[in-house]
T-cell receptor, first 108, second 114 residues
Framework: KNEVEQSPQNLTAQEGEFITINCSYS?????LHWLQQHPGGGIVSLFM???GKKKHGRLIATINIQEKHSSLHITASHPRDSAVYIC??????????FGKGTKLTVNP | GAGVSQSPSNKVTEKGKDVELRCDPI?????LYWYRQSLGQGLEFLIY????????KSGLPSDRFSAERTGGSVSTLTIQRTQQEDSAVYLC????????????FGQGTRLTVV
């Protein structure tokens, strides 16, 4: 079993829909990251969380430390949100452990 | 520079040849990471440098892989006697040190071993 599990693996939505991507992890962590990877490979850091909730524009990330679970929400989704969203956790060492990613496609 | 810079962006090499991949981190970032993303797979940790400390090499898949970081800045990842299974995108990231520090990624080097 991977230390970081994401669901769903693939997600297709219509423009305007509310989207949720989930991440569960099995180890104690110091921080959790949500990353966005566009076609072509570039990775952008969206959020880093150690507790609670963060919001940036249409993106919201939450984390429940007790339940070892985080969610990434996208409100009013747009085709430009189409990308792979990756959850990564930082445990006892500095290295990040990654989920396999969720491929999001938003159709116009 | 403004971001993490990697070169080359693409590299095609023959099986058995050595390759060197370069990473220029963001100025002032003391932490530098190399990751690998094979086709259809998630990101995999390779090696981590932090300041003058001994690097964490626990992710290197074999002794054909090595990395250096000179002067606490530029890093090179060297793969000797490349094999087809080495084909992947190699990503470099840098950050400041601390629990709540953001990692900044380069665009990656796509390595194809033929």
């Amino acid at each position: 079993k991977n230390e970081v599990e994401q669901s769903p693996q693939n997600l297709t939505a219509q423009e305007g829909e509310f989207i949720t991507i989930n991440c569960s992890y099995s180890v104690g962590i110091s921080a959790l990251h949500w990353l966005q990877q566009h076609p072509g490979g570039g990775i952008v850091s969206l959020f880093m969380l150690s507790s609670g909730k963060k919001k940036h524009g249409r993106l919201i990330a939450t984390i429940n430390i007790q339940e070892k679970h985080s969610s990434l929400h996208i409100t009013a989704s747009h085709p430009r949100d189409s990308a792979v969203y990756i959850c990564a956790v930082r445990g006892g060492s500095e290295k990040l452990v990654f989920g396999k990613g969720t491929k999001l496609t938003v159709n116009p | 520079g403004a971001g993490v810079s990697q070169s080359p962006s693409n590299k095609v090499t023959e099986k058995g040849k050595d390759v060197e991949l370069r990473c220029d981190p963001i100025s002032g970032h003391t932490a530098l990471y190399w990751y690998r993303q094979s086709l259809g797979q998630g990101l995999e940790f390779l090696i981590y440098f932090q300041g003058n400390s001994a690097p964490d090499k626990s992710g290197l898949p074999s002794d054909r892989f090595s990395a250096e970081r000179t002067g606490g800045s530029v890093s090179t990842l060297t793969i000797q006697r490349t094999q087809q299974e080495d084909s992947a995108v190699y990503l470099c990231a840098s950050s400041l040190v601390g629990v709540e520090t953001e990692a900044f990624f380069g665009q990656g080097t796509r390595l194809t071993v033929v």
